[in-house]
């Protein structure tokens, strides 16, 4: 089974993976990722919006897979990138085997304008993403104008072309923000009717200067046969969004502005978030909309209204850390980093390192993994990370530190998992009552869940509260919870 590498100091950070991606946690989401855009290119559509969406919890790694697919993309011809889409299948044909690099030959031969990644929390009501967009492509073709001031001469026609593009552009937006104002005369009102379809076809003539002003690149100049127009087709400016809803009050409308004004066929849009939140934004949005009509199923529509935007073929989703806990897991250290420190497992690393660190044990069930362990990739790095900084245990006394860190740990982090009522639970269990208290306690909340057709005699007399006032052994708690996993292994 092929191993997972961790990197101490890259707990909070995203990750952009530039090598190796066959042995990445993420390569099956890479390799969807390849192919879906494979059909952005090679069948580009004109009025739906091509839109990539990583989709996963808070810390599963969206962020971090986006970006090195945009990293990839934008490097399509690296060593690296072609390595694995070379050795990566996707299926037999005839005992042949096609490769990743054979059924994304369009993509490979494709050109990519790449915007800085727009981050939705700098969004309100007066600087939506169009403008954001708007501005990181002129910004970069001011950038350029600066660092190749003859362009004004040598292509003065184009630079004028697409500077007006830009005016035009601006103008709507513009427009549409005096829309919402009172404060205009009747011409200015009647220019704000048509400026929502005036700026889907300027964005999509920006588009098109914007693609064709770069300079071919070398690739494209040693092709003599290259038709210009087929070359053209070739390009895409890909904007990247990352945590889409989390911006609650400006969601809905970001994801109106996209379906609306960036569909040009020559657009492909990345984006990160976490579906059912942004059904909840969506829905909420809908219900101040229809109120006080309460009759219509708000959260249905959104659900709709999502799968239209953004179809489940065109969702990428992330894994969970409980699908990774049986891989070996390499810890590579600042000081040593040439020398990573080995483990079976993922599940089995956690486990060992709280032991060695601080003395609390806990164990993985037999093909199970131990709730200690994490289901959500930060918040491993997190655990991981943490336990790797902790001096080496000496003893009780001398490494109480560590005690205490893992303790903050558990109470602070770990623990909000839980529903309230088994946070309570865990409160009590471990709040320094005496050994006696502890199994009286874990009994009268386990005998809840025992199944009517698994009592017997042992247990009615191990549960009866009469007896809570005599001693429950550690051993009467083992037993109760063999037959609870006795009873979900074969529900199961």
């Known amino acids: 089974m092929e191993s997972i590498k961790f990197y101490q100091g890259q707990e909070d950070i995203v990750v952009v993976e530039k090598a190796n991606y066959g042995q990445s ?55 690296a990138v072609q390595s694995f ?17 054979n059924r994304c030959q369009t993509l490979n031969n494709c050109t990519f304008e ?17 403008e954001l967009v708007l501005g990181e492509m002129f910004s970069g ?23 007006g593009c830009f005016h035009d552009a601006k ?19 009647l220019d704000s009717l048509s400026v929502g379809a005036q700026l889907r076809d300027k964005m999509g003539a920006l588009l098109k200067e914007y693609l064709g002003f770069w300079p071919v690149t070398e690739g494209q100049q040693n092709n003599e046969q290259a038709n210009p127009q087929e070359e053209e087709a070739k390009r895409f400016l890909v904007i990247s969004i990352d945590d889409l809803d989390l911006n609650v009050s400006e969601a809905y409308k970001m994801a109106e502005q996209l379906r609306k004004y960036l569909v040009d066929e020559r657009c492909i849009l990345l984006i990160s978030l976490k579906v059912d939140q942004l059904i909840e934004v969506i829905a909420n949005y809908l219900d101040k909309q229809t109120a006080p009509d309460k009759s219509m199923d708000t959260p249905e529509m959104a659900a709709k209204y999502l799968t239209k935007l953004i179809p489940m073929e065109n969702r990428i989703i992330m894994p969970k850390v409980y699908d990774l806990c049986d891989n070996h897991l390499q810890i590579y250290r600042k000081d040593d980093p040439e020398h990573p420190t080995d483990y079976n497992s993922v599940k089995e690393a956690v486990v060992q390192l709280i032991y060695i660190k601080t003395r609390f044990l806990y164990y993985n069930s037999k093909g199970g993994v131990s709730m200690i362990v994490p289901n959500n990739l930060r918040s491993l790095r997190h655990l991981i990370g943490m336990l790797v900084d902790m001096p080496a245990f000496e003893g009780n006394d001398s490494s109480m530190a560590n005690k205490h860190a893992f303790k903050a740990y558990f109470y602070q982090t770990w623990v909000h998992q839980l529903n309230k009522k088994n946070q309570l639970f865990v409160q009590r269990l471990t709040s320094g009552s005496e050994a006696n208290d502890v199994n009286k306690l874990t009994v009268s909340t386990l005998a809840e869940f025992i199944p009517a057709d698994r009592e017997n005699e042992l247990i009615a007399d191990i549960v009866k509260k009469s007896n809570y006032s005599y001693n429950i052994s550690i051993g009467d708690v083992f037993y109760l919870i063999n037959i609870l996993s006795a009873a979900i292994w074969m529900k199961n």
Request: net charge negative.
């Open 171 to 189: 103008w709507c937006l513009t427009q549409m923000e005096r829309g919402l104002r009172s404060n205009y005369d009747p011409i200015e009102e």
């Open 114 to 130: 790449l915007l800085k990644t727009v981050d939705p929390a700098f969004f309100d009501e007066r600087h939506n993403v169009l």
């Open 141 to 163: 073709f001011k950038q350029y104008i600066k660092e190749h001031p003859e362009v004004k001469r040598t292509r003065k026609s184009d630079y004028e072309k697409l500077e």
């Open 25 to 79: 946690i993420f390569r099956e989401q890479y390799t969807r990722a390849l192919l879906q855009l494979e059909k952005f290119v090679a069948s580009p559509k004109k009025d739906v919006p091509s839109i990539l969406a990583f989709c996963g919890d808070r810390g599963e790694g969206k962020s971090s897979c986006m970006e090195t697919v945009r990293e990839m993309i934008s490097n399509i011809k690296a060593p």
């Open 85 to 101: 889409m070379n050795a990566t299948v996707i299926e037999h044909d005839n005992d042949n085997e096609i490769s990743l690099l």
